[in-house]
């Protein structure tokens, strides 16, 4: 159980094109789906915090207008990069909270995004 | 989120022997959770702690949750080729944001 997938796991885009990443519980419903970003050999770093019906909380130094989340129902977060350049490559993970299973999270197995 | 330090920040180790690796911080933590992260994969959860002076342990991975709530430790016992990898300590403080480590590169020598 506790089954977290991501779409797609690879994508390579153009510079200026914007692209979404999809965040999903595959066996629970989650009230709350976190982005992070990864760059190399570096710590995940969290971006955002979205809760299902409501608006995206944002880290500081996160441009909300860039990196546009949707969190559209119990089971599906969405993480759109929006004119993207090479400086957003990256990895980006999601992780859902369970409903009413504390504040444990439940990893995605993540989406290289690579801007050419 | 919090800053935690996490040493020591790579490993190389011979197959066989023991692995430890610990976590500091400067706040109180209320849990704490070590994680192990391949290339390419999101992380995946090895131990969670939830009490002060917790000691719990996972096959051949032991973790502890310090008694002053700032620091933590994993020991990988008797260590074998696929415990390669990244391990992450995380925790949980007052902010219920999860906060991570910069991660511990684990290399092990045939």
């Known amino acids: 159980g506790a089954v977290v997938s991501q779409h797609p796991s690879r994508v390579i885009c153009k510079s200026g094109t914007s692209v979404k990443i999809e965040c999903r519980s595959l066996d629970f419903q989650a009230t709350t789906m976190f982005w992070y970003r990864q760059f190399p050999k570096q710590s995940l770093m969290l971006m955002a915090t979205s809760n299902e019906g409501s608006k995206a909380t944002y880290e500081q130094g996160v441009e909300k207008d860039k990196f546009l989340i949707n969190h559209a129902s119990l089971t599906l977060s969405t993480l759109t990069v929006t004119s993207a350049h090479p400086e957003d490559s990256s990895f980006y993970i999601c992780?859902?909270?369970?409903?009413?299973?504390?504040?444990?999270?439940?990893f995605g197995p993540g989406t290289r995004l690579t801007v050419l | 989120g919090q800053q935690l330090n996490q040493s020591p920040q790579s490993m190389f180790i011979q197959e066989g022997e023991d692995v430890s690796m610990n976590c500091t911080s400067s706040?109180?933590?209320?849990?704490w959770l070590w994680y192990k992260q391949d290339p390419g994969e999101g992380p995946v959860l090895l131990i969670a702690?939830?009490?002060?002076?917790e000691l719990t342990s996972n096959g051949r991975l032991t973790a502890q949750f310090g008694i002053t709530r700032k620091d933590s430790f994993l020991n990988i016992s008797a260590s074998i080729p696929s415990d390669v990898g990244i391990y992450f300590c995380?925790?949980?403080?007052?902010?219920?944001?999860?906060?991570f480590g910069a991660g511990t590169t684990v290399t092990v020598r045939a």
């Open positions: 706040s109180i933590f209320n849990t």
């Open positions: 995380a925790g949980f403080s007052n902010d219920y944001k999860l906060s």
């Open positions: 702690l939830y009490k002060a002076g």
């Open positions: 992780s859902a909270r369970a409903k009413g299973q504390g504040n444990e999270q439940f």
